[in-house]
Antibody, heavy 120, light 108 residues
Framework: EVQLVESGGGLVQPGGSLRLSCAAS????????MNWVRQAPGKGLEWVAN????????YYVDSVKGRFTISRDNAKNSLYLQMNSLRAEDTAVYYC?????????????WGQGTLVTVSS | EIVLTQSPATLSLSPGERATLSCRAS??????LAWYQQKPGQAPRLLIY???TRATGIPARFSGSGSGTDFTLTISSLEPEDFAVYYC??????????FGPGTKVDIK
């Protein structure tokens, strides 16, 4: 069974930075598109970014473009999200999600999430 | 950006009853629609993709239908563990992938 473990969340002031990590195991990480999806407290799901198998393609929701960077290290089976210029509206649980093999869009495996709180 | 709307917002039913959840897209998404289940304090779980294909390990009581702009998730007979929030999501026109606001199925 897919295992994804997020880390790096916490409390940060507006304008600050945070780097999230997602450690993947029990599958061949380098074969899959990977995503970050967030959920503000008491709200619905919002897709944030994705990255293809070798890192050559990256896409973002407009609200984070220029502030967030998704990356991966296939040798370490790890996914990252560098978040800069954080705003209060970025407060959410951030989930790492794995797509189905050979395509992107259907998020078939999820971590348990890491909470990011942006507040002064 | 494709906007998804879900109805009803809340569905109050008893175990054993049939649940019918609706998702409507602001423009055609063909069959590129999925359904997820989320229980309190847990991550979402993929139930249905490509409008009608059950994901691995999903019980047969869950079924999806529809194409274009109108989609339905049906739970044929609610089990106690099915009371949760259900989200639809499209991958027809991305980025971004978009989710609906969710339908909460609670116990009557």
């Amino acid at each position: 069974e897919v295992q994804l473990v997020e880390s790096g969340g916490g409390l940060v002031q507006p304008g600050g930075s945070l780097r999230l990590s997602c450690a993947a195991s029990r599958f061949t990480f380098s074969n899959y598109w990977m995503n970050w999806v967030r959920q503000a407290p008491g709200k619905g799901l919002e897709w944030v970014a994705n990255i293809n198998q070798d890192g050559s393609e990256r896409y973002y929701v407009d609200s984070v473009k220029g502030r967030f960077t998704i990356s991966r290290d296939n040798a370490k089976n790890s996914l990252y999200l560098q978040m800069n210029s954080l705003r209060a509206e970025d407060t959410a649980v951030y989930y790492c999600a794995r797509d189905q093999k050979s395509s992107t869009g259907w998020h078939a495996g999820w971590g348990q999430g890491t909470l990011v709180t942006v507040s002064s | 950006e494709i906007v998804l709307t879900q109805s009803p917002a809340t569905l109050s039913l008893s175990p054993g009853e049939r649940a019918t959840l609706s998702c409507r897209a602001s423009q055609s998404v063909s069959s590129y629609l999925a359904w997820y289940q989320q229980k309190p304090g847990q991550a979402p779980r993929l139930l249905i993709y490509d409008a009608s294909t059950r994901a691995t390990g999903i019980p047969a009581r869950f079924s999806g239908s529809g194409s274009g702009t109108d989609f339905t998730l049906t739970i044929s007979s609610l089990e106690p563990e099915d009371f949760a929030v259900y989200y639809c999501q499209q991958r027809s026109n991305w980025p971004p992938f978009t989710f609906g606001p969710g339908t909460k199925v609670d116990i009557k």
